[in-house]
């Protein structure tokens, strides 16, 4: 490792080998969930096969703690292609079980339109539970970034606003630098 380092300090490619992770290419490919993605992938934009896109779930279920930031990426691609092919995989229960997890919801920040793939995915009694997940971040998110996407989410599913708006100017105040 030290004469790899000084070959490349020389060609003037500096890094912090504390945040270098080394690894066979099995993990790679796995770490990246390549075969995922190709398997997942189909020519002239038909759906993937029912089959091909449980068994991705399954491998999402699995191995998503090695993937590449928790493989978000292999499951936003999942909830896309399950919402816009409408499949109902057998596993699709247990994904949802996973998302629908508070803790989930928190510690993985999703897009407007990811909120809206699940939403979209859900259930009555799931959708209340994406809801009061997402009031409670309301109450305990000071990013106006977050706040600002779910006032977004909020009026794109026809819900009230004032609470969240509430909040943004709780947060404006809270950053303002006047006093």
């Known amino acids: 490792m ?7 300090m020389k060609e003037g490619l ?14 790679f490919r796995e770490y990246y969930a390549f075969e995922s993605f190709f398997s997942l992938a189909t020519p ?6 029912l089959s091909v896109v449980e068994d991705q779930i399954a ?6 703690g090695n993937m590449r930031k928790k493989g978000i990426s292999l499951l936003k691609r999942l909830l896309g292609i399950i919402n816009r092919y409408k499949l109902t995989p057998a596993n699709l229960d247990i994904l949802k079980q996973l998302i629908l997890a508070a803790d989930f919801f928190k ?3 999703f897009a407007v339109s990811d909120w809206k793939l699940v939403y979209s995915l859900a259930n009555k009694r799931e959708k209340d539970e994406v809801l009061r997940i997402l009031n409670e971040m309301i109450e305990n998110y000071r990013y106006s970034w977050v706040l600002f996407n779910l006032r977004v989410f909020f009026r794109s599913i026809k819900q009230p606003l004032s609470q969240i708006d509430k909040k943004i100017e709780e947060v404006r105040l809270f950053y303002s630098w006047e006093l």
């Open 2 to 8: 030290l004469n790899n380092k000084v070959v490349l």
């Open 107 to 109: 510690k993985n920040f």
């Open 44 to 49: 002239n934009d038909k759906a993937p096969e």
């Open 14 to 27: 500096n890094f912090n080998q504390k945040k270098v992770k080394f690894m066979t290419f099995e993990e």
């Open 59 to 64: 491998v999402y279920l699995k191995n998503r």
